[in-house]
């Protein structure tokens, strides 16, 4: 016989449990009530089908009659089980109270409940929130977290939104879970979860609803903090890819701002030094043209009025440097000059007109803006042209940042529903289509 372990000097000493001593007579009590209240039911059934079964058929000739069961024979026999079942009853339930006791819990309410509630709070709105329930709920892990020997027998009702979950079927005579989901319309609900005992009623309890409330409801738990997490990450990852986008088009817009500043600052150093009141004129062309760009510099938005003022600007004081030789003519409509429309992008083609266009053409020139909408499918589409009578396509035409940066910046901001469109005009020059889609702000 080995002899009992013993602790170290040094470990701290072993709480000692008590339980509640009024819900240890309560837990007791029921339990006793419930087991024989089960157990009677059956000894009932018993006794009653007894008398059919002792008169059952006649006698055979030299046989003694058998004796009819008298309500003596029977009260004492039903006496006997109660009080075998009582001791056996108050054994299970001390034999109970006894694991608690060295798993250093106390006994609770919930623990001797028959039925146990949970109310879990989630994050989704009721159609996401049932889904996750039943993807959840459905699965082999579940059934071997709840002892059973594969997935739980399963049922739901998405219009009620509710689920049923058990060892066997049908779910209402065994232990079973109720999960439901609430029906507020929102960003969040919360879910109901409900064991019931079933015919286990009558059985004593020891904690088996407790555990499988619990069981249940750390695996809806877990479940919606996994998806959650998911959606944060997912969230996370397009804020990280708005950011960079908004870095690149910064990156790709501060190109083109310089490169149509400088030029014009060149021309009017030039015309400083040849006319002063064409320079006088150009630089308040030039000073409108920044009061009008300097608060968008930096942003991915404009509208199309704003471009066109920013064009206007633009052309006015190329009229200036190249005289007779540039013509332009600006045809949009009023009600389009409040649509959204990108920055830095209309002024490059126009920009690329002129230079590549019209300054190698030894002959005067006109450059025309319009635009134009239209509906395609769910959405609507802008379109702005930029079309002149120059030189036409040439192997020059393009280059740089004008054109490449245009197609990039439109990839970022709208994938595959924009397009630029370059081609020969009628006869002669170049036609470029600008079209982007619509996108109207919702107050």
């Given at each position: ?235 996370r990852e397009r804020e990280l890819e708005r950011t960079s986008l908004q870095a690149r088009l910064s990156a790709l817009q501060a190109q083109v701002e310089p490169h149509f500043l400088f030029n014009t600052l060149a021309n009017l ?60 003519a600006v045809d949009v409509d009023e009600e389009l000059r409040g649509l959204p429309f990108p920055p830095a992008m209309l002024i490059s083609l126009v920009e690329n007109a002129v230079k590549h266009g019209l300054e190698r053409a030894?002959?005067?020139?006109l450059i025309t803006i319009s635009a134009s909408h239209e509906s395609k499918g769910q959405g609507e589409l802008l379109s702005v042209s930029v079309v002149d009578d120059g030189v036409g396509l040439t192997e020059q035409a393009g ?45």
């Amino acid at each position: 016989m080995s002899s009992p372990p013993f602790l170290p000097f040094n470990a701290p000493p072993v709480p000692e449990v008590q339980h509640d001593r009024r819900l240890v007579r309560r837990y007791l009590l029921q339990s006793a009530l419930r087991f024989n209240a089960g157990s009677l039911l059956f000894l009932s059934l018993a006794i009653a089908l007894l008398p059919l079964w002792l008169k059952l058929g006649p006698a055979a000739p030299g046989n003694v009659a058998p004796h009819v069961l008298t309500p003596y024979i029977a009260g004492g026999v039903v006496l006997a089980v109660m009080v075998w079942l009582a001791l056996m009853s108050g054994g299970i339930a001390r034999g109970f109270l006894a694991r608690l006791s060295e798993e250093g819990k106390a006994l609770s309410a919930e623990a001797m409940a028959s039925s146990v509630t949970r109310r879990i709070e989630a994050p989704f709105n009721p159609y996401t929130t049932f889904d996750l329930c039943t993807e959840s709920l459905s699965g082999l892990a579940l059934g071997t977290a709840l002892g059973y020997a594969g997935p739980p027998a399963f049922f739901h009702d998405p219009f009620k939104g509710r689920v049923v979950l058990g060892r066997w079927r049908p779910l209402w005579l065994g232990r079973h879970v109720e999960v439901k989901v609430s029906s507020d319309l929102g960003p969040s609900c919360h879910i109901e979860l409900r064991c019931r005992p079933g015919l286990a009623w009558f059985a004593i309890q020891q904690g088996e609803s407790l555990k499988i409330a619990e069981t249940v409801s750390a695996q809806l738990s877990q479940h919606l903090a996994r998806h959650a997490s998911a959606l944060d990450a997912a969230r996370r990852e397009r804020e990280l890819e708005r950011t960079s986008l908004q870095a690149r088009l910064s990156a790709l817009q501060a190109q083109v701002e310089p490169h149509f500043l400088f030029n014009t600052l060149a021309n009017l150093k030039y015309l400083i030094r040849t006319d002063q009141q064409a320079a006088q004129d150009m630089l308040d062309h030039l000073v409108g043209y920044l009061q009008n760009a300097m608060p968008d510099m930096r942003s991915v938005s404009s509208t199309l009025g704003r471009e066109m003022d920013l064009v206007s600007d633009y052309l006015a004081v190329m009229r200036i440097r190249m005289g007779a030789r540039l013509r332009y003519a600006v045809d949009v409509d009023e009600e389009l000059r409040g649509l959204p429309f990108p920055p830095a992008m209309l002024i490059s083609l126009v920009e690329n007109a002129v230079k590549h266009g019209l300054e190698r053409a030894s002959r005067p020139g006109l450059i025309t803006i319009s635009a134009s909408h239209e509906s395609k499918g769910q959405g609507e589409l802008l379109s702005v042209s930029v079309v002149d009578d120059g030189v036409g396509l040439t192997e020059q035409a393009g280059q740089g940042t004008g054109l490449a940066n245009i197609a990039e910046r439109m990839l970022l901001l709208y994938g595959r529903e924009a397009s630029l469109l370059v081609a020969p005009g009628d006869g002669q020059g170049v036609r470029a289509v600008l079209t982007v889609p619509i996108v109207r702000s919702h107050a």
